[in-house]
């Protein structure tokens, strides 16, 4: 406390000769102390597995059931391609490409085709099934959510930089062509049941009116259920 009330002193007296805001006493005030401060504050043992933790228990994250299941996609893939126990300091720009680029090939689905296997042999069974790979899209929310734990994990001075941070690749479909929420398949098991069956003597006004009353949800679950609607 000393020390700092000297400092005051001393830098009323440099603003009062004409330089203002000079640090006197640099070992204790100045930017290289800062910075050695800040090294000391950022645990250079905080591992990935533990910025996930903290990430997930901040009350501040409330994700709707949706997002949930995409962020938990998310922590998975960073524990099985950068290891949960590794400094998460040590995780750079080039790493976050690596992934990147590895994700590119990552097939749709695989949560559910591939259950059981690591990001690496998902990608190899993809390429020998030529399974359908994920879209940009798909690939550039992944690596949105990436970047937004490295910013979070900024904020909450655990890290000092994002090294995910513009990672997106460019997307060249156009919105308007972007795929359906609802494949030809489904259409037709959704209007083979019993809302729609008088479909064809309906006019496109009071289909798009019936439509709209329904939740696209719940229509997809009872779906894939094979439950009827009413």
């Given at each position: 406390?000393?020390?700092?009330?000297?400092?005051?002193?001393?830098?009323?007296?440099?603003?009062?000769?004409?330089?203002?805001?000079e640090?006197?006493?640099?070992?204790?005030?100045?930017?290289?102390?800062?910075?050695?401060?800040?090294?000391i504050?950022?645990?250079?043992?905080?591992?990935l597995?533990?910025?996930?933790?903290?990430?997930?228990?901040?009350?501040?994250?409330?994700?709707?059931?949706?997002t949930?299941?995409?962020?938990?996609?998310?922590?998975?893939?960073?524990l099985?391609y950068?290891g949960?126990?590794?400094?998460?300091?040590?995780?750079?720009?080039?790493?976050c490409?690596?992934?990147?680029?590895?994700l590119?090939?990552?097939?749709a689905?695989?949560t559910?085709?591939?259950?059981?296997?690591t990001?690496a042999?998902?990608?190899?069974?993809g390429?020998?099934?030529h399974?359908?790979?994920?879209?940009?899209?798909?690939?550039?929310?992944?690596?949105?959510?990436?970047?937004?734990?490295?910013n979070?994990?900024?904020n909450?001075e655990?890290?000092?930089k994002?090294?995910?941070?513009?990672?997106k690749?460019?997307?060249?479909?156009?919105?308007?062509?972007?795929?359906?929420?609802?494949s030809?398949?489904?259409?037709?098991k959704?209007?083979?049941?019993?809302?729609?069956?008088?479909?064809?003597?309906c006019?496109v006004?009071?289909?798009w009116?019936?439509?709209k009353?329904?939740?696209?949800t719940?229509?997809?679950?009872?779906?894939?259920?094979?439950?009827?609607?009413g």
């Amino acid at each position: 406390m000393a020390r700092g009330v000297i400092e005051r002193n001393e830098r009323y007296l440099s603003f009062l000769e004409g330089k203002p805001g000079e640090v006197v006493d640099k070992d204790l005030f100045g930017r290289e102390a800062y910075e050695r401060d800040r090294r000391i504050t950022l645990s250079p043992k905080l591992t990935l597995n533990q910025v996930i933790d903290k990430y997930k228990a901040d009350p501040a994250n409330q994700w709707n059931p949706k997002t949930k299941i995409t962020y938990e996609h998310i922590f998975t893939l960073l524990l099985d391609y950068f290891g949960g126990d590794t400094p998460a300091r040590e995780i750079n720009r080039t790493h976050c490409r690596e992934l990147r680029d590895l994700l590119i090939n990552y097939p749709a689905n695989a949560t559910k085709i591939y259950t059981n296997l690591t990001t690496a042999e998902r990608i190899e069974r993809g390429k020998k099934e030529h399974a359908k790979c994920i879209s940009v899209s798909t690939l550039n929310d992944y690596m949105s959510k990436l970047s937004s734990i490295f910013n979070w994990a900024i904020n909450e001075e655990l890290l000092e930089k994002n090294p995910a941070r513009g990672l997106k690749l460019k997307d060249n479909v156009r919105v308007k062509d972007k795929r359906d929420p609802f494949s030809t398949e489904q259409l037709s098991k959704i209007f083979s049941l019993g809302p729609y069956q008088k479909v064809a003597k309906c006019s496109v006004q009071q289909l798009w009116t019936c439509l709209k009353k329904v939740d696209r949800t719940v229509l997809f679950r009872r779906l894939i259920s094979h439950r009827p609607l009413g």
